[in-house]
């Protein structure tokens, strides 16, 4: 039996005949699934080999490349730069490793999160060059490299490989990758000072840009989610705005950032840099201060996370001065380090320390004087909410290098304040929430370096507080309204976690600050402070309603708002068939998915939602013994970027069983324009004369082409359901 014969003649009894069939037999299977891609869904086990292309990608760029220069150099048949046998050795890893990385990349390509218009490009542009290269192996004994046809297809082959990884990266990092580095220089030639930066401008920003944007951006949009602009950000993605104040770990941002490294929802992915703790912790206090993109750094309260985290990167900032004591001994600051006080340097190759106290329980004034080892280098000393009484400033005041000292929440009463006079170099002081007195307060002026001295929450009065803030010396941040910051008191917290509620379920809403006024609605208005409800008492809803609710109270901004919706679920269905089964892509838990109680998030992948495309939603909901019913609802899911649209028309058909139907209700719900929201759960209810029904049939048609205006313009549109409700 004669062996296979290449189009060059040579046989394929060897290796290399081997990996030639092999890629060949690649190319043609991912010609074929190109040609079906719209029916192609990538199995589970499949998944992995997509995530690989950006192990593999590499390998073809490089060895591709390789043979292509060196074709471009070798000038006669003659020339000694030839090596024949090792040419082809190279050009066929580079074929191979090409297909390789071609047929992960088509798989990777079916994940959610690219542009559009990217992800073609580089797809294609990839499968080209993969079939271009196992075309040039087979022919390559008519394509001598000293002739012209060779050299053309290399510098072709150069092209396509440079525009193909470059826009490879852009999809991978971003756009402006290549230029970050000196765009980030010229940010750190231009550093704002403290008086004109903006929290958000001048440092959160920054860590966006350099930790996140790369997957949330144009090209690449992980979840939906971009970060380019203020807009885009505050929009959020699939799971909602990236922050939300009245849950406890405050919204999936920080849920994802805190995830353990390993984790495959832990923000930035595995191999990226993660975000530092000090990073975390402006983040986190950014947010809970009301995630504003207009707060400056000088409104910021010196205690603060965002305050010290500008201490750190902002120009003239303290860790910018030049300190003319020396670095105290390691071992002394490890001895005097313990579980209560934590001594730590304010930045690398720094002097300089600060000191922080926890445990009010376990506080001594000797906990202080034993840091004296260290007065020499200590110029920050937090000791808020410790019992720190007046006596106590006299041990302070000998910390001679202190620049910074926060006494918030202490026991001082303010009469040995003046001994504070002896520390000549600080500059923030803070007093909130003592029993200090004006008079105490206004000798602070004889220190020369002091700037700003903090006194919310104190016993002064509004006529004191106008007073202070007439010193041109010394800034005072009293926390009376005259203050140039903003006080917004943080939104309500609706206690109930579930959105579905049953016949005795009432809604119960909080607030974390005394004397707050919360005010609601149920009808999906906004809450003002005069017309809306009050809430005084856990209060009951009797049909589907979206909640909001805003806190009020006297010297602070209202709240934003908070809302939720909630679904009245009277009767519980016994059981349910799908007429039509959902997509192979979404098939949720089956039927069962529309009656479980387990309301979805809005993100596509969380595994709740019944997905159809390209057959109606049909489907029967039992009851065992009849029930009186007067209305239905649909719990579905809009996602305009995902081709999730609302249904073309909706059917409810009721009786008593399968046999026994009759049309009660049809909706032709209103289509999404260029200008809605992207994602959104969406709720349609059914009303009908009350009667006895055991048996409902539903029934949903999938939009057949998108308009115009959306990216898939002419194709047919999702429909996602997760849960039907009756009452």
């Known amino acids: 039996m004669e062996s296979a014969s290449r189009p060059d003649g040579r046989s394929f009894s060897d290796w290399k005949g081997w990996v030639y069939n092999f890629a060949f037999f690649l190319n043609g299977l991912l010609i074929f699934l190109l040609l079906f891609e719209d029916r192609f869904v990538v199995p589970v086990w499949m998944q992995s080999l997509g995530r690989m292309h950006p192990l593999v990608l590499h390998f073809p760029l490089v060895v591709l490349m390789l043979y292509s220069i060196w074709i471009l150099i070798v000038e006669k048949e003659e020339s000694t730069k030839w090596n024949e046998n090792l040419a082809d050795t190279l050009l066929l890893i580079g074929t191979l490793t090409s297909v390789v990385a071609a047929f992960s990349g088509f798989v990777l390509s079916h994940e959610e999160g690219y542009e559009a218009d990217a992800l073609f490009w580089h797809k294609w542009l990839g499968i080209v060059i993969s079939v271009c290269s196992i075309i040039w192996y087979s022919f390559k004994k008519y394509l001598p490299p000293w002739k012209l046809p060779a050299k053309l297809i290399s510098v072709s082959l150069l092209i396509m490989l440079l525009i193909g990884g470059h826009l490879g990266g852009n999809l991978t990092h971003g756009e402006d990758f290549l230029t970050a580095p000196m765009q980030l220089a010229s940010v750190e030639n231009d550093k704002v000072t403290f008086e004109e930066a903006n929290v958000y401008t001048d440092l959160v920003e920054p860590i966006l840009e350099q930790k996140c944007i790369s997957c949330h951006n144009a090209q690449k949009s992980k979840g939906d989610l971009q970060m380019q602009t203020k807009e885009l950000f505050a929009k959020g993605g699939k799971e909602g705005t ?324 909630f679904f009245k679920s009277t009767f519980h269905a016994d059981s349910a068939r799908l007429i039509t089964k959902a997509d192979l892509k979404f098939p949720a838990q089956g039927a069962k998915t529309l009656y479980d109680g387990v309301k979805s998030d809005q993100s596509t992948s969380s595994g709740k939602w019944l997905g159809y495309r390209d057959l109606d939603f049909q489907t029967y909901l039992y009851f065992n013994k009849a029930v009186k019913a007067q209305s239905i609802t649909l719990s579905m899911l809009r996602n305009v970027g995902g081709y999730i649209f609302p249904p073309a028309r909706i059917e409810v058909w009721g009786g008593a069983n399968e046999k026994q139907m009759k049309l009660l209700k049809v909706l032709t719900p209103e289509m999404p324009v260029k200008e809605t929201s992207n994602s959104e759960n969406l709720v349609f209810d059914f009303d009908f004369d009350m009667q006895e029904i055991g048996c409902f049939k539903i029934i949903a048609k999938p939009l057949s082409k998108l308009p115009p205006w959306h990216p898939g313009k002419g194709e047919k549109a999702w429909v996602f359901i997760d849960e039907v409700f009756v009452n």
């Open 242 to 565: 990236p922050w939300d104040t009245t849950k406890a770990d405050l919204g999936v941002l920080l849920t994802r950032v805190h995830l353990p490294l390993d984790d495959k929802k832990h923000m930035p992915p595995r191999g990226k840099t993660p975000l530092t703790d000090e990073e975390i912790a402006l983040l986190e206090a950014w947010i809970k201060g009301g995630s504003r993109f207009d707060l400056m750094v000088k409104s910021v309260d010196a205690q603060s996370p965002m305050y010290s985290y500008a201490q750190n990167v902002l120009a003239g900032s303290e860790t910018e001065e030049k300190y003319e004591f020396s670095a105290a001994s390691g071992d002394k600051i490890k001895e005097l380090n313990s579980t209560y006080r934590l001594i730590k340097s304010v930045a690398a190759e720094s002097p300089a320390l600060a000191v922080n106290f926890y445990n009010r329980a376990n506080f001594k004034s000797e906990d202080i004087s034993a840091l004296a080892p260290l007065k020499g280098q200590i110029i920050a000393m937090d000791l808020s909410k410790m019992p720190v009484k007046d006596e106590d400033l006299k041990t302070i005041s000998q910390f001679v290098e202190l620049r910074k000292l926060i006494l918030n929440f202490t026991d001082i009463t303010g009469s040995t304040l003046p001994e504070l006079k002896k520390l000549t170099k600080l500059k923030n002081l803070s007093l909130s929430g003592t029993k200090v007195k004006l008079a105490q307060i206004q000798a602070l002026s004889q220190i020369p370096s002091l700037k700003n001295v903090f006194v919310w929450n104190t016993e002064l009065t509004p006529d004191e507080m106008i007073t202070l803030k007439k010193s041109a010396k010394i800034r005072y941040e009293t926390g009376f309204r005259g203050d140039t910051l903003v006080l917004n008191l943080n939104p309500p917290i609706i206690e109930n976690e579930s959105q579905i509620l049953s016949a005795n379920t009432d809604i119960r809403l909080k607030h974390q600050i005394p004397g707050t006024v919360l005010r609601y609605t149920i009808d999906g208005s906004e809450p003002d402070s005069t017309t809306s409800l009050v809430y005084s008492k856990p209060f009951p809803v009797t049909k589907n309603a979206k909640i909001k609710a805003r806190a009020f109270k006297k010297g602070w901004y209202g709240s934003k708002t908070v809302e939720k919706f």
